[in-house]
């Protein structure tokens, strides 16, 4: 099976004044949809980076990264700022570990938004489905603030999930959540990553969410080796 | 190290500085000009005023004054009955044909007046100072058969000489005075000049204080008050100086929103230090510090770009005379102690409300007290001009102090807002972080509704004064001056082209101890008609100026009297543009004065035009059609400089909403990151910060709207009367409501689409 993701020779560093850090070296992996990766290691080993990589948001200095949405095969290295930014709304979710939603827009307006970018209002019900499906029906028109923190990161991964996308991302969802939270929503995640034959990218500190992933991915300070 | 660190914090936002320091620059611009030319314009107004009368404060009159009246009001002076006053002296001031030419002729008294000749002007003075002589100024050094002693500077047509000398002139006994001088002494004196030499024309705004005068008899009038055309000017000043304060104000609040938004980033660091040992008054220090610095930039700018500005601004105003500014101390120092004070002040209290934040309890007072301080400024006429600009004052106040508890409420219903999500979204950050908003806000809500205010005065203005040149302009040809004018008039008399021929006699006299003009004509039921009567006025009967009723405080039915006859004020005029009041009287009430103009209807206009020119050239002679154009291109003319402090104003207020649109979006760099990811493209984010503009823009003009309503009532009910002397009616036009708020959204959404979406933080993502 064709891989959905395929990463081959990702390098990126960042200047600190004179000095060049080199953040990811020659980083390679493939990922194919229903199946997921975690991306673990220490604070500033570059996991944020890489799923930034990933997501198009930032460009990387050198390699490959390919995705494949089922229209076409695409590679980000060959883009442009504004067209990942195109490749991104349309084929890519992504969950932060804080400030995930629009503080301005209700439940529902938070976990519609990707389709309304999209001008996909044909997606409004599957929008319902997801907050039926994450308990989140009867918050629907409350806004960010009146919800508790793992009641947010659902709605977070609803909105993720609402364009079907074909790539996963999320950068330690579940850090700022208690045990209970942190599980229900690893659970939302890795099923719907299994149900909707997503590729699913996680980056995590928690050993027990890396455990569940297919496929791992350890990155260290210095040199980030594949594993 | 800590100012050193300050200061890179300063190079680091380069573009919240630049706005800051551009902002500032700007209100001081608008005051710089405003000061230079005020400052220039009220050295002629003093010209208006002959200075041998200028020393004094106040003017004594009584009926039949004679010597004696002074003398005895002199020794109880010197017994110490009148301690308030400095000085009193006895007068002669009255007007003369000598050669036709009519002269107003001052009598002092020579051991203690100052006459002030010019200097330079020796060549025309006479060879020798003579007891005899006069002093006159230079239109008159041909004119009098009396030996010149010295040229004086005065307005033209003045003549000053001993008491006894203009007694000789005006062939009056030696008993006989015009009234006396007085110099009252106030502990407020050296306060009140300070302030006209910082805001010129300022001394026009403030209340009258007329001093108690123990003795009986006596009527007390201000010099400003018997010199009418000079507290005129002053009063346009004031307004004009007042307007000039308005760019400063919205700039203060622009400092404000930027202290408030450099804080936010800067506090952490501040806690930090603090933790470290560095007391809050040392870190209060050093954010003053770089706010000093940022304020001498910015005074420096605006110095040189209001000198630039007055030059124009003169031009537009005053197009017939040459404007010589010079920047003196005291404009140095206004526009450097105005720009440091802003942004000293600005930074104080964003610092002051970053440590303690404002008591709800003072806001509760700020809102009881307020309103009753802003009906004090209006009930009360004795407060002055400055009473008004007051009220002014303290709703806009009242309007700031209200817009965050309005947004707080409005945030309950914005559940409701439709449109596109993004736009919704921005719309909702506005009722989301009301103190992010508030002072831009306000500064634009304060910008607009002054135009608003002033829009809708103007243009009641321009409407009555429209009308008024309607009924008052119904001849076809005017003649003025010139000493053929009887001539003239008896020629016309007998030629056929000539439908109606009115002949107007003016004096110059004083009712009450106010200067007033009397007009002396037939006034039948035509002529009536041009003053709002019905009905031929009665040889007993006069016509009242809405300054002179208000002078006098006499209205229709009352009684007056003029040079000795008793008169019933049949009706009172409107006289916009008028220096002096006026009283009209027909001419069966056996007054007189001197003839100083025709008016002529006629079936040829230009053939009767024609005519005049032939007869004499000396003659002033215009069209109807020439009088209307004038006086509505002087009306419009009178107002230019008002349109653009106004647009300096909103420009400020403007720059005010990019800083808050900015700082938003660096505040909130968690929802800008979040946006990010979901791929949101930058024509969307310059969408997002156009609706936040515009939302921006549509809060400040619902905020105007109700603000600059009562501006315009308070311009045209409270300062016009009390600067001028009449009344203008508030007529509400769409066009002045319209401008205003359609600039105001422009102003707002401009800032907003300036960022072009701009993504502060810009690709940058921590690596974690």
Redesign the interface.
């Known amino acids: 099976m064709e891989a959905t993701l395929e990463v081959r020779g990702l390098c990126k560093h960042?200047a600190d004044g004179d000095r060049l850090v080199e953040?990811l070296n020659h980083v390679s992996l493939d990922l194919a949809g229903g199946r997921s990766l975690a991306v673990t290691g220490p604070?500033?080993?570059?996991?944020?980076?890489l799923l930034?990589i990933l997501?198009g948001?930032?460009a990387a200095d050198a390699g490959m990264v390919v995705l494949r949405t089922g229209e076409a095969t695409v590679d980000l290295a060959t883009l442009n700022?504004?067209e990942r930014?195109?490749?991104?709304?349309?084929h890519?979710g992504?969950v932060?570990q804080?400030?995930?939603?629009?503080?301005?827009?209700?439940v529902w307006?938070n976990t519609?938004?990707?389709a309304?970018?999209n001008k996909r209002l044909d997606l409004d019900a599957r929008a319902g489905e997801l907050l039926d499906q994450f308990a989140l029906s009867a918050r629907r028109?409350t806004?960010p603030e009146v919800l508790s923190g793992g009641e947010q990161q659902r709605v977070a991964v609803a909105r993720a999930l609402v364009l079907q996308p074909p790539l996963l991302l999320a950068?330690?969802p579940t850090g700022n959540l208690d045990a209970t939270n942190s599980k229900h929503v690893a659970d939302l995640l890795f099923s719907a990553a299994r149900e909707q034959n997503v590729a699913l990218v996680i980056?995590t500190h928690s050993e027990e969410i890396a455990a569940r992933a297919d496929q791992r991915l350890h990155l260290n300070v210095d040199t980030p080796p594949l594993t | 190290m800590i100012a050193r660190a300050l200061l890179r914090f300063l190079q680091r936002t380069p573009l919240s500085t630049l706005m800051a320091v551009l902002g500032v620059a700007l209100g001081v611009t608008s005051i710089v000009s405003v000061h230079l030319i005020s400052a220039t314009v009220a050295e002629r107004l003093d010209e208006l005023i002959p200075r041998q009368l200028a020393g004094f404060t106040h003017f004594l009159h009584r009926a039949d004054l004679q010597a004696d009246n002074y003398f005895d009001l002199r020794r109880r002076w010197r017994s110490g009955a009148l301690p308030d006053v400095e000085g009193l002296s006895p007068l002669i001031d009255e007007s003369l044909l000598v050669d036709t030419r009519q002269v107003r002729a001052i009598g002092v008294d020579l051991f203690s007046a100052d006459i002030g000749v010019v200097e330079g002007a020796g060549s025309a003075a006479a060879e020798e100072w003579r007891w005899d002589g006069v002093w006159v100024d230079e239109s008159l050094v041909d004119v009098v058969r009396l030996p010149v002693n010295g040229i004086i500077a005065a307005p033209p047509g003045t003549l000053v000489g001993d008491i006894g000398v203009v007694q000789d002139l005006l062939g009056w006994p030696s008993s006989r005075i015009s009234y006396v001088g007085a110099r009252f002494v106030s502990p407020w004196d050296d306060l009140r000049s300070l302030g006209e030499a910082l805001l010129p024309g300022l001394d026009a705004g403030l209340p009258e204080v007329t001093p108690a005068l123990s003795e009986a008899g006596w009527q007390i009038v201000s010099l400003a008050r018997q010199h009418p055309a000079s507290q005129f000017g002053k009063s346009v000043l004031f307004n004009i100086s007042a307007l000039g304060a308005l760019a400063l104000l919205v700039a203060w609040f622009l400092m404000y929103q930027v202290a408030v938004s450099w804080l936010r980033r800067l506090w952490p660091v501040f806690e930090r230090l603090h933790v470290l040992g560095v007391s809050w008054r040392e870190l209060g220090g050093y954010f003053a510090a770089a706010m000093l610095v940022l304020g001498v930039v910015a005074g420096g700018l605006g110095l040189a770009a209001g000198y630039l500005l007055a030059v124009q601004l003169y031009g537009i105003a005053i197009p017939q005379a040459e404007p010589e500014f010079s920047l003196d101390a005291w404009v140095v120092l206004k526009a450097a102690g105005s720009s440091v004070a802003v942004c000293l002040l600005g930074g104080a209290v964003a610092f002051n409300r970053a440590r303690h934040g404002i008591p709800a309890e003072r806001r509760l007072h700020a809102a009881l007290i307020l309103p009753l301080a802003a009906l004090a400024g209006v009930a009360f006429d004795s407060s002055g001009l400055i009473g008004g600009f007051f009220s002014i004052a303290v709703l806009s106040v009242l309007t700031a102090l209200a817009v965050v508890p309005l947004l707080n409420r409005l945030r309950l219903h914005?559940?409701r807002l439709a449109g596109?999500?993004?736009v919704?979204?921005?719309l909702?950050?506005l009722f989301?972080y009301p103190r992010e908003f508030s002072i831009a806000l306000a500064g634009l809500s304060l910008a607009v509704a002054t135009a608003i205010g002033v829009g809708l005065m103007i243009d009641s203005f321009r409407a009555d004064f429209s009308r008024m040149l309607d009924r008052r302009l119904t001849y076809d040809v005017v003649v003025r001056g010139g000493d053929e004018l009887a001539g003239i008039a008896s020629e016309l008399a007998a030629t056929p082209d000539v439908s109606r021929l009115q002949r107007y006699q003016t004096v110059a006299l004083r009712i009450e101890g106010a200067p007033f003009e009397l007009i002396v004509t037939k006034v039948d039921a035509f002529e009536a008609a041009r003053y709002g009567l019905s009905t031929p006025l009665a040889p007993d009967a006069a016509l009242l100026s809405e300054q002179g009723a208000r002078t006098l405080g006499r209205g229709p039915g009352d009684t007056l009297e003029v040079d000795g006859r008793e008169l019933r004020v049949a009706g009172v005029f409107s006289s916009f543009g008028d220096l002096v009041p006026r009283v009209i009287v027909d001419r069966g009430s056996g007054l007189t004065g001197r003839l100083e103009s025709l008016s002529i209807n006629a079936d040829d206009p230009a053939r009767v035009l024609g005519a005049i020119r032939s007869l004499s050239s000396a003659a002033e002679v215009e069209l109807q059609a020439d009088l209307r154009r004038i006086a509505l291109d002087t009306f419009d003319q009178t107002f230019a400089i008002t349109a653009v402090l106004i647009t300096i104003a909103m420009v400020v207020a403007g720059i005010g909403v990019y800083v808050a649109v900015t700082t938003l979006r660096l505040n909130r760099r968690?929802?800008t990151?979040?946006?990010?990811?979901?791929?949101?493209?930058?024509g969307?984010s310059a969408l997002m910060d156009l609706s936040l503009g515009l939302g921006l823009g549509a809060m400040a003009v619902v905020l105007a709207l109700p603000l600059g309503l009562a501006f315009g009532w308070i311009l045209c009910e409270v300062i016009n009367p009390r600067a001028f002397g009449w009344t203008v009616a508030l007529a509400l036009s769409a066009d002045a409501l319209a401008t205003p708020a359609f600039w105001g959204l422009v102003a707002a959404a401009v800032a907003g689409v300036l960022r072009f979406g701009r993504d502060e933080e810009g690709?940058h993502?921590?690596?974690?």
Do not use: C, M
């Open positions: 960042y953040v604070s500033g080993s570059g996991k944020s980076t930034n997501a948001i930032l700022d504004a930014t195109r490749l991104r709304r349309r890519i992504y932060y804080f400030f995930n939603l629009v503080p301005t827009l209700t307006e519609v938004l990707p309304r970018l028109d806004f950068d330690e980056a | 914005s559940q596109p999500l993004l919704r979204l921005s909702r950050e989301w968690s929802s990151r979040l946006l990010h990811g979901l791929g949101i493209v930058r969307e690709t993502v921590a690596r974690t």
